[in-house]
Structure formats: C-alpha cells, structure tokens
C-alpha cells in the first residue's frame, strides 16, 4: 500500500468510447503525475500537476486529458483512443517542487484499446 | 533530451551479487533514483543518490559517479523475492527513467 489508489485496474474500451482513469493519494502531497509504461520502454511523463496547476504536458496527444480537481485526485479522461494506447498508466505524487523528491506510484491502470 | 541506458536484463543464482549499471546525459541534474518494480505492482523507491560515493541501505547500495554520468544499483545476499525490474530515474527538474533491467533470480 503506497499511499495512491488508481481505478480501474484493468479496462478494456473500443476506439470510439470515452472513459477515465482515477488516481487519488493520501499523502498530502503537492505534486501529481501520469505516467505511460509500455513494454520495454522507459515510463513516458505526461502530465504533471502543482498545487492543482498542470505544470508540464510531455507532448501528449489531446484525446488524453487531464483534470485535476484539487491535490488529492486526478484524472486522466480518454477519448478516441488507438490501440498503441494500450499500456499501463501509473499515477505518482510527490510532496512538490523544488525538487522532484521521492514519487510514490499507484499500481497502475492496464488499458487495453480494441 | 535525456539518454539514461541500463542493461535489459540480468540472471544471478539465489545469495549471489548483481550489480546494475545506469549511465546518463541529461541536460540537469538533481539527483538519481532507484526504483524496484515487481510485475503487476507499482514502482517503490529503493534508493536516492545526489552527492558522488556509495550510498548503502541493507542489501541494496547504490553508488553516484556525476562527472561520469554512471550510477550502479549492487544487490547482495540475492533472495528470491528480489527477482523484478529495477529502475534507474534522473531527477532533472522532471524524473526521467531509464527502460528497467529485469532481474531474475534463479535458486
């Protein structure tokens, strides 16, 4: 238990659909993350969040949107998505910057696009 | 950009030594990461290096070399329960992460 809960662990959605991805911590922490792992690769950044402001898009196409309603929970919203999307999406937080410290990882959300 | 290679995958026999290396380029620096990550699980946090030297924690040393841009994660005693990825991150302001070395560990 590290802290940061994602839902839905596992899902499953067509090219057409629309659904979201939640991450909520219980660490009163500053800082927020998503974070893309596929096989073999390196975790991609994608959005970064500060005290609720998005401080840094890693370039991420826009039917990937976040929403950060306050310091505890973030969301990712999907739409539209391809099946290269598929991977594992790993929401993090850290206590916020000045450095980027120690990030304590949620267990992921494995998403499937058919 | 950032450039921070590791090796894909390593094999060592249960009470053995394995030592993972990570070099880096990155435009800043602020400190390296090691991270452990079982399959199906989450990344936790294994160690934090900003100062060059050797780091140790248990099993587990880390060790930071900045005008080298090298780092290496040292696991001794090897159990069982240490077979996963570890991951190697560089803290530019932005935590960039190497691909992981596998680590399986064989009785």
């Known amino acids: 238990e590290t802290g940061v809960t994602q839902t839905p662990r596992h899902l499953v959605m067509g090219m057409t659909n629309k659904k979201s991805l939640k991450c909520e911590q219980h660490l009163g922490h500053n800082a927020m993350y998503w974070y893309k792992q596929s096989a073999k690769k390196p975790l991609e950044l994608m959005f970064v969040y500060n005290f609720k402001e998005q401080t840094e898009n890693n370039s991420v196409p826009s039917r990937f949107s976040p929403e950060c309603p306050n310091s505890s929970h973030l969301f990712l919203h999907l739409h539209t998505l391809q099946p290269e999307d598929s991977a594992l999406y790993l929401c993090?937080?850290?206590?916020?910057?000045?450095?980027?410290?120690?990030?304590?990882f949620g267990e992921g959300s494995r998403l499937t696009v058919l | 950009g950032q450039n921070i290679d590791q090796p894909t995958e390593m094999t060592a026999t249960e009470g053995a030594i394995v030592q993972i290396n990570c070099t880096y380029q990155?435009?800043?620096?602020?400190?390296l990461f090691w991270y452990q990550q079982h399959a199906g699980e989450a990344p936790t946090f294994l160690s934090y290096n900003v100062l060059d030297g050797l780091e140790e924690k248990g099993r587990f040393s880390s060790f930071l070399s900045r005008s080298k841009g090298y780092s290496y994660l040292l696991l001794k005693e090897l159990q069982m329960k240490d077979s996963a990825s570890y991951l190697c991150a560089v803290d530019d302001y932005k935590l960039s992460f190497g691909a992981g070395t596998t680590v399986t560990v064989r009785a």
């Open positions: 990155t435009s800043g620096f602020n400190g």
């Open positions: 993090a937080s850290s206590q916020g910057r000045e450095n980027t410290g120690e990030l304590f």
